[in-house]
T-cell receptor
Framework: DTEVTQTPKHLVMGMTNKKSLKCEQH?????MYWYKQKAKKPPELMFV???????INESVPSRFSPECPNSSLLNLHLHALQPEDSALYLC?????????????FGDGTRLSIL | DAKTTQPNSMESNEEEPVHLPCNHS???????IHWYRQLPSQGPEYVIH???SNVNNRMASLAIAEDRKSSTLILHRATLRDAAVYYC????????????FGAGTRLFVKA
């Protein structure tokens, strides 16, 4: 069992839909991350939050909108996605952004865009 | 960003040791070496990390070359559950503390 919980596990949506992915951790971690992983490829960093503030945005298209409402929660709001956005979306957390402590990953949300 | 190079795949027999190599010739003095693994249908899982000295934990050992240009993850007795993709990652100030995954090594374990 993972200490980072992601919901939903699977999501199918049309290109005009708006949906949100959720991530939750209760380890007291102050850094949270979103990654995108295509099939048989390594995870790619999308966003990093540190102390609930956006710290890194890896030039992600604006149709992906992250939000960190508090230190335990991380959301990824999706709007007008394209078929190529179909992927596994992984959330991770760590004690701090720059302390070299391990990242803890959830098992991801598998997203399919019709 | 400092890069890592790993073999695409390796094969091991069950209950034998496995040595997974990683080259990182452009590593800087403040970069830590992290290893993660990803089992099928799961998110990546932290395995071990180190800076200069060899490190041991319940999952594995990390052997770091004296010049730090390479490292080896050692699984002492491979089990079928160790079949996964293993990622060697450099993380430090020069890369903005980003965790950038390379292609990794897919480990196959034979019974």
């Amino acid at each position: 069992d993972t200490e980072v919980t992601q919901t939903p596990k699977h999501l199918v949506m049309g290109m005009t839909n708006k949906k949100s992915l959720k991530c939750e951790q209760h380890m007291g971690h102050r850094a949270m991350y979103w990654y995108k992983q295509k099939a048989k490829k390594p995870p790619e960093l999308m966003f990093v939050y540190s102390y609930e503030k956006l710290s890194i945005n890896e030039s992600v298209p604006s149709r992906f909108s992250p939000e960190c409402p508090n230190s335990s929660l991380l959301n990824l709001h999706l709007h007008a996605l394209q078929p190529e956005d179909s992927a596994l979306y992984l959330c991770a957390s760590s004690r701090g952004r720059t302390d070299n402590q391990p990242q803890h990953f959830g098992d991801g949300t598998r997203l399919s865009i019709l | 960003d400092a890069k890592t190079t790993q073999p695409n795949s390796m094969e091991s027999n069950e209950e034998e040791p496995v040595h997974l190599p990683c080259n990182h010739s452009t590593i800087s003095g403040t970069d830590y070496i992290h290893w993660y693994r990803q089992l099928p249908s799961q998110g990546p899982e932290y395995v071990i990390h180190g800076l200069t000295s060899n490190v041991n934990n319940r999952m594995a050992s990390l052997a770091i070359a004296e010049d730090r240009k390479s490292s080896t993850l050692i699984l002492h007795r491979a089990t079928l559950r160790d079949a996964a993709v293993y990622y060697c990652i450099l993380r430090g100030n020069t890369g903005g503390f980003k965790t950038i995954f390379g292609a990794g090594t897919r480990l196959f374990v034979k019974a």
